[in-house]
């Protein structure tokens, strides 16, 4: 058990609970939203802990946390906020060119001091590509992410939807710590043709020790995309993986106008908003047989050790 940085202070790993470990907490949205993301975000939080959850780790390191003051302040969950680099778009220019060691000390300073006025300090370190090719600024930006990891021993969460594997290995080169990486979106790879080729990776990112976080099982039970995630996680059940798994939802959104958008959510059936867990993934695998103990092993158990360096 050690402390790990939570938006409104220092949480002892043994007092998370249940966590989700890939989600949107500190969302973008326009300037005139404030007060109606803020409810929206407020009212999410809400019945989530009626679900008893005690932490949310937050995957958006390009959002203002600041600007979620007022919300942060009422709420009663444990947020984990993330530093780290996004898809290019989402860079901040000063981040674009620099070096590696400017990496280390504009994020090492996040740490150590926090962010904004506030002072809210990261807990974890995000990383994205969406190939397996990385550019040389990823490749300078995972670099980075490594040193951070060892030096204040927080874990990495990459966005991975292609080429997990080489995002892996590429980490595990520059000396990253496995046990506390995890990948998002490896599921999205998988369908009914290439399962078995596909499932080999995911085993190699597994056999290297690293953890994989499933959050898209669609919208409903008839979509090719639950078969598949359902099919891999019961994979994962019978070759004894749950203790390297995680489920989230990644609930996320845009606001079109005065619009709410949720994403992935335009078809008809489980919309995606944290609860998805909830009301749609843990029925679904209850349905296949998934015990209250593989449940909390990927609610509870896995996210404490991934923290617990
Ligand atoms: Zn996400």
């Known amino acids: 058990m050690r402390n790990i940085n939570t938006a409104s202070g220092s949480v002892n790993t043994e007092n998370m609970g249940i966590t989700l ?19 929206y975000v407020k009212k999410q939080i809400e019945k989530l802990m009626a679900y008893n ?3 949310i780790v ?4 390009y959002a203002k946390i600041g600007s979620y003051k007022n919300f942060i302040n009422q ?7 993330a530093m780290g680099f996004f898809l290019d778009k989402y860079v901040p220019a000063s981040y674009k060119n620099a070096s590696v060691s400017d990496l280390v000390e504009k994020l090492s300073k996040k740490v ?25 600024r990823q490749m300078r930006f995972f670099e980075a992410a490594v040193i951070l990891q060892k030096k204040y021993k927080i874990p990495i969460a990459t966005h991975s939807p292609f080429g997990g594997l080489e995002h892996l290995k590429t980490l595990l080169q520059m000396g990253a710590i496995p046990e506390h990486i995890y990948l998002s979106h490896l599921e999205n790879e998988i369908d009914s043709k290439n399962f078995d080729f596909k499932i080999d990776e995911i085993k190699d990112v597994i056999n290297n020790h690293a953890n994989i976080v499933i959050t898209n099982f669609g919208a409903n039970d008839r979509g090719s995309r639950y078969k598949s995630s359902i099919r891999l996680i019961e994979y994962l059940k019978k070759s004894e993986f749950l203790s390297q798994t995680l489920i989230s939802a990644d609930s996320n959104w845009r606001w079109k106008g005065n619009a709410l958008k949720l994403r992935d959510s335009q078809f008809n059936g489980a919309e995606k908003t944290y ?3 909830f009301d749609f993934i843990i029925p679904a695998l209850k349905k296949v047989r998934f015990t209250d103990h593989d449940i909390n092993q990927m609610l509870i158990s896995n996210p404490k050790r991934i923290f617990d360096f």
């Open 58 to 61: 937050d995957l958006t390191p």
């Open 75 to 81: 709420c009663d969950i444990n947020i984990v906020c």
């Open 21 to 39: 470990m890939h989600e949107h907490v500190f969302n973008l949205y326009p300037y005139y939203k404030e007060k109606e993301n803020t409810e």
């Open 275 to 277: 609860s998805y867990v």
């Open 53 to 55: 959850v005690g932490t």
């Open 112 to 136: 150590e001091i926090g962010i904004g006025e506030n002072k809210y300090k990261p807990g974890i370190i995000k990383i994205a590509a969406s190939s397996s090719k990385l550019s040389d």
